[in-house]
């Protein structure tokens, strides 16, 4: 088994289009990471993540942000990454709070370069279950990462970004539109030297 730990800080922009224009909220949110993985190509991963938003559109408040997560994963060839996992992430105010609760099915792709330790990532995923208070379940949820890996020894650092989209459904007034975009950098350590074959 192999054991890894991974620190993330990330630009997170989260806007929302209810018909009236788009509000935006920005603000950098760091996060931890801890994975295993085994020889069987199959992997395990816990995350969470914080920190606080702000907004400059009118009648808006600044929001903290707060997520857990768990991810499963298994690689059925050495390009390519299948997964599944589960996410509750809450957006807050002084007087309010909304609980995002989604399971997401995704798959991997990567690319070594043949001179340098350095490899391309793309990333797509869907949301079949969306459960947010308040809202109806999205007609369109889905998730999508590019980015680049260079590996050194036990140490990973990367550069991604990420793209989450949820198209709601028309509940008379306009549609509700959300999306969050975010650049991260991540930062890994293998705690337990190995490859996982």
């Given at each position: 088994m192999r054991l890894s730990g991974t620190a993330t800080a990330s630009l997170f922009v989260h806007l929302v289009d209810i018909g009236n224009g788009v509000e935006e909220s920005t603000g950098l949110?760091?996060?931890?990471?801890?994975?295993?993985?085994?020889?069987?190509?199959?992997?395990?991963?816990?995350?969470?993540?914080?920190?606080?938003?702000?907004?400059?559109?009118?009648?808006?408040?600044?929001?903290?942000?707060?997520e857990l997560g768990a991810q499963a994963s298994f690689g059925p060839a050495k390009w390519l990454v299948l997964f599944g996992g589960a996410r509750s992430r809450v957006?807050?105010?002084?007087?309010?709070?909304?609980?995002?609760?989604?399971?997401?099915?995704?798959?991997?792709?990567?690319a070594d370069f043949a001179t340098m330790p350095v490899r391309a990532v793309l990333q797509?995923?869907?949301?079949?279950?969306?459960?947010?208070h308040g809202l109806p379940k999205?007609?369109?949820?889905?998730?999508?990462?590019?980015?680049?890996?260079?590996?050194?020894?036990?140490?990973?650092?990367?550069?991604?970004?990420?793209?989450?989209?949820?198209?709601?459904?028309?509940?008379?007034?306009?549609?509700?539109l959300e999306q969050v975009n975010q650049l991260t950098l991540r930062f890994s350590v293998r705690l337990r030297p190995?490859?996982?074959?």
């Open positions: 949110v760091v996060g931890a990471e801890g994975a295993a993985s085994w020889p069987s190509r199959l992997a395990v991963a816990v995350r969470a993540a914080g920190g606080a938003l702000s907004t400059d559109a009118t009648g808006a408040e600044d929001r903290k942000v707060g957006y807050s105010t002084a007087v309010a709070r909304q609980r995002w609760n989604t399971v997401e099915l995704g798959a991997q792709a990567h797509g995923g869907i949301f079949p279950v969306v459960s947010v999205p007609d369109v949820a889905f998730t999508g990462a590019a980015g680049l890996e260079y590996r050194r020894g036990s140490v990973t650092g990367a550069v991604f970004y990420e793209l989450e989209r949820y198209d709601f459904p028309d509940s008379g007034s306009g549609r509700r190995g490859e996982a074959r």
